[in-house]
């Protein structure tokens, strides 16, 4: 059994912590969170007795072997940083950090690392049935050359406005999330998957109309462009007053095939202009697919190998948005840097 320690006891973290019981490959065994009355509750609802309120008092101990993260976007660096360097396997949410400079921190720290850890970003999405039997078509070859792909995070989140931490006094959210980052990458990230190419230069605009409270701008649209020449367009909008469109309002478009959400035109070759219409017959699956992705992460661990959103790949899903978040800021089109595993 790998046993676990949780950092970030918030909703997030009780999914997870649900589908470790569920999914039964692990022991969760400590939890750690700055806010002793969140702590004192998840551990009496959980069973667990090994309360720490700082990470580095939790990473520290011997017994445990690996680590899942899920403070606020803006407050993963430190655990990720003590995680690794007291030799813990991680997992930690998206967006892997809330600025440049946080993120390159935290691939300093995965560097510096025993190579044999296994680092699993929280790109949920990767593990949704629909969108595995779409990256499956991607990648045996049947949609031809992708040359153009579209994907959205269209969510009414105006309730953030009345979440503000009892403990901090502060709403994380309202303060420092930038919708590109937080709810934009998730679709960027598919879309990366997708299209196999890396994004190389961005730009876009914002407004701030819908969801006054927030700090940042609450729509926020931007481009990205794929060193393989795709073109990938990625919408964050929080104050909709409709709840999220389905499929994320996927559009692939290729050579030989498209798909727009759960529509599929295949067709026989590139000079073929009647395709055969198809439907995505992948389970629906309702809410975040939490059993699968803690699976792969333990899996990884046991067998040696690469979780299916490991850290480098989901670092650059989120340094594409955080840089597009500056590229909105400034009115300017910006380079994007990449991380390659070493
Ligand atoms: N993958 C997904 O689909 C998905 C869904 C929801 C949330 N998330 C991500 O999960 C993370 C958590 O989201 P949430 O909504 O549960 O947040 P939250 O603010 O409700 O909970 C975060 C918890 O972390 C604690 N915390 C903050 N700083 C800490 C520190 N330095 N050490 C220990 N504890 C600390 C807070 O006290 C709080 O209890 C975020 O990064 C969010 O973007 C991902």
Same mark, same amino acid.
């Given at each position: ?82 995680? &690794? ?34 680092? $699993?970003?929280?790109?949920i999405l990767r593990f949704n049935p629909v969108y595995e ?9 049947? &949609? ?121 035109? &295949? $067709? ?17 699956v309702?809410?975040?697919p ?7 992460? &333990? ?32 009115? $300017? ?10």
């Amino acid at each position: 059994m790998i046993r676990v320690g949780f950092v970030g006891i918030g909703h997030n973290a009780i999914g997870h912590i649900e589908a470790h019981r569920r999914v039964g490959k692990s022991e969760v065994v400590a939890f750690c969170d700055i806010n002793p009355d969140r702590l004192q509750q998840a551990g009496e609802r959980f069973g667990v007795s090994r309360l720490y309120r700082l990470a580095e008092e939790l990473c520290v101990q011997p017994d445990i072997d690996a680590v899942s993260i899920h403070t606020g976007d803006p407050f993963h660096v430190e655990p990720f940083v003590a995680a &690794l360097q007291h030799g813990k396997h991680v997992l930690v949410e998206k967006p892997v950090a809330n600025t440049v400079s946080q993120i390159e921190m935290m691939v300093a720290a995965a560097r510096a690392a025993d190579p044999r850890l296994k680092i $699993a970003v929280g790109y949920i999405l990767r593990f949704n049935p629909v969108y595995e039997q779409i990256h499956a078509l991607c990648a045996s070859g049947q &949609l031809g050359r992708i040359y153009y792909l579209e994907g959205d995070y269209i969510h009414n989140l105006l309730y953030q406005a009345n979440q503000t931490d009892t403990h901090t006094g502060v709403n994380w959210y309202l303060e420092m999330e930038k919708p590109i980052v937080g709810g934009g990458s998730h679709p960027l990230d598919l879309l990366r998957w997708f299209s196999g190419g890396e994004v190389v230069e961005v730009q876009g605009y914002s407004n701030h109309v819908a969801f006054p409270a927030m700090k940042a701008d609450d729509c926020q649209v931007a481009l990205f462009r794929l060193h393989n020449g795709a073109i990938a367009k990625v919408a964050a909008l929080y104050g909709p007053r409709l709840a999220m469109p389905p499929f994320n309002n996927l559009r692939i478009y290729g050579t030989r095939g498209t798909v727009e959400r759960e529509q599929v035109a &295949l $067709a026989k070759d590139e000079g073929d202009v009647h395709p055969s219409l198809v439907q995505i017959e992948a389970e629906r699956v309702a809410g975040h697919p939490y059993d699968p992705e803690v699976a792969d992460w &333990l899996d990884a661990i046991a067998e040696d190998r690469l979780p299916r959103c490991d850290f480098y790949d989901g670092a650059n899903s989120t340094v594409a948005t955080l840089v597009a978040a500056e590229a909105i800021a400034q009115r $300017a089109k910006l380079l994007v840097p990449g991380y390659a595993r070493r």
